[in-house]
Nanobody
Framework: QVKLVESGGGSVQAGGSLRLSCTGP????????IAWFRQAPGKQREGVAI??????YYADAVKDRFTISRDNGLNTVYLQMDSLRPEDTAMYYC????????????????????WGQGTQVTVSS
């Protein structure tokens, strides 16, 4: 069974930084659509950052603060989070889907087929 494993979460003060990692099998990391989602208590899961073979996409709430990147040699995707805010507090998940997902439905959690267990990020003011 394909598994994704996230790590790197923790507690930081506002303005701080964290780098999340997501490790999985070589494919679809190298060919598919890869995303970071987050879910705060009582809220819907929302897309944060998405990486396709040639493009990156960011939610408005994190643009210019978060960066998604990939190391194909390590089968790892990263989410560098800078200038963190209390409203960034959530459980963060990585997910992968077929390449068409990045084109047609990148912000919809339902179309991603594989998920990690999540890593908690808590930002205090």
């Amino acid at each position: 069974q394909v598994k994704l494993v996230e790590s790197g979460g923790g507690s930081v003060q506002a303005g701080g930084s964290l780098r999340l990692s997501c490790t999985g099998p070589a494919s679809p990391f190298s060919t598919g659509c890869i995303a970071w989602f987050r879910q705060a208590p009582g809220k819907q899961r929302e897309g944060v950052a998405i990486l396709s073979s040639g493009s990156t996409y960011y939610a408005d709430a994190v643009k210019d603060r978060f960066t998604i990147s990939r190391d194909n040699g390590l089968n790892t995707v990263y989410l560098q989070m800078d200038s963190l805010r209390p409203e960034d507090t959530a459980m963060y998940y990585c997910a992968t889907g077929a390449s068409w997902v990045c084109v047609a439905a990148r912000w919809s959690p339902a179309v991603y087929t594989t998920w990690g267990q999540g890593t908690q990020v808590t930002v205090s003011s």
